[in-house]
Each structure stands twice: as C-alpha cells, then as structure tokens.
C-alpha cells in the first residue's frame, strides 16, 4: 500500500514520457466515461434492490467498510473476501450462502472490470487507427466477457486479458500501453463495483432462497 502512489505515478510518468502529453487529454477522457458508465450501471444495481424489497440506505451503509477496501486495494481479493463475507453475515445473510456465492462472484461476477475491459478495448482500437463495424465490436465485446470470467485477482489482470483479446483483433499492443497511466484510478473503481456486486448477489439470493434475517427495521 506504501508503494502503490509511487508505482500509480511511474506508470504515468512512463505513458507520459514515451508517448507525449498529448495523451493525457484522451485518457482523462476515458477516465470521466468509465466512472459514469459504472454510475449508470450503480443505477441497475439499484433497480435489482429496489425488486428485492431492499432498502438503499440501509444496504449501502452496510458496504461501506468493503467499498472502500475495494477502492484501496483494487483487485486484490486476499482484504476483500474476508470483509465482505463477515459484512454480508452481519446483514442477515446466512454463512452457507455467503460462503458459496461471494467467492464464487469473484471469479464470474467481475461487472465492473467488464465494463472497464469493454470501454478499454474500444479506446485502444480508436487509439491504433482501427474503425470496427458494429459486428466487430458485438464480437470484441463479447470475446473480453468471456475471457474475463475467472480472471486473476491481482492488480493489472485485466490488462493481460486486453492484450491477449486485441492481438487478435489487429489492435496494437501500443494502443493498450497506454491505458498503463491511468490503470490504477480506473483499477479502484471497478474493483468497488465488482465488491457491490457480489454483495448484491449475495443478499438477492438469500432472499429468493428466503434465508435472509434481516430484521424490517433495516428493510
């Protein structure tokens, strides 16, 4: 965590240096649309809880210790199991479920790092020069959500993923370098957004299941 501010501005310094300044304007660019696509994807989310019978306030303010460990320690998942699973318990989600469907989301409900693949890949084609048709791009997009699925929870994973989708794509290895700078502001983001999720997915279960102990003060 020491290390983490210094190595965030290394790989800027390094985008900056080999490719220009001139590459800051579009990465803010990417960075200001990923953060809203992932609001209006918060937005589903709270569809989904309303549907359940949920109250926002009350599940929010029971995540707040995870979110902010997901903002912190980006894909690292060793901090985030632990405290979501024992946050989900103390939510009135009974163990079995949480211990069945949180590491589970893990590794096949990573919403938010779809969504980042999905707006980088994109980014890194219009980057190289290349001008996908729609059918390309369905193709593209749907070829990451499946590479995604039991991705590494290790900080830069999905870079890996996104290099190895785009070489087969003619997207220049170049293009995806250059998201490097700015990986670890977006990394914190859709690290949260994936914490939400199985969350999410762990209460919405419970309640299918009619586990949930939840008492109607905090409904």
Known sequence: ????????GAALAYTVGSM???TLLPLAKLLVTCYAALAVFLLVLALILLFAGYSHRAFCRGRCGARRTGLCHQRRLKPLWPLAMEQMEEFGVPRWIVSFVIPTGYSFNMTGSSIYLSMAALFASQAGGLHLSVTQQIVLLATLVLTSKGIAGVPRATLVILMAVASSFQIPAAAVLMLLGIDTLMDMGRTAMNVIGNCLAAAVVARWEGELKVTVSRL
Do not use: C, R, S
């Open 1 to 8: 965590m020491v290390a983490a501010p210094i190595a965030a």
């Open 20 to 22: 220009g300044l001139a």
